[in-house]
């Protein structure tokens, strides 16, 4: 069964900064993709950061500059960066995977791990 472990939330002053990871319980190169999304209260989840296994990476308009996305393929571990935190960035943060299996594109998701980012 695949897996995927969050860890690294916690509650930071704005403008400090956070590092996420999320382990699989096997290699990440065997997804298409990582992704990290993430849910403030009352509101849809978002697409924050991805990349793919050719390293190409895209962010939301909201973190570029300051989020960074990567991945340690020996670890078997993607991480999130996340640098100059506004409260804005406060919610739930999911670590999700792709992988294509018996002709089907699976989605995968970490449990979640609060981020919280105080004035």
């Known amino acids: 069964q695949v897996q995927l472990v969050e860890s690294g939330g916690g509650l930071v002053q704005a403008g400090g900064s956070l590092r996420l990871s999320c382990v699989a319980s096997?290699?990440?190169?065997?997804?298409?993709?990582m992704r990290w999304y993430r849910q403030a209260p009352g509101e849809q989840r978002e697409l924050v950061a991805g990349?793919?296994?050719?390293?190409?990476?895209n962010y939301a308009d909201s973190v570029m500059g300051r989020f960074t996305i990567s991945r340690d393929n020996a670890k078997n571990t993607v991480h999130l960066q996340m640098n100059s935190m506004k409260p804005e960035d406060t919610g739930v943060y999911y670590c999700n995977g792709r992988m294509t299996m018996a002709g089907y594109l699976r989605t995968y998701w970490g449990q979640g791990t609060q981020v919280t980012v105080s004035s």
């Open positions: 990349i793919s296994n050719s390293g190409s990476t």
């Open positions: 096997g290699s990440i190169e065997t997804f298409n993709d």
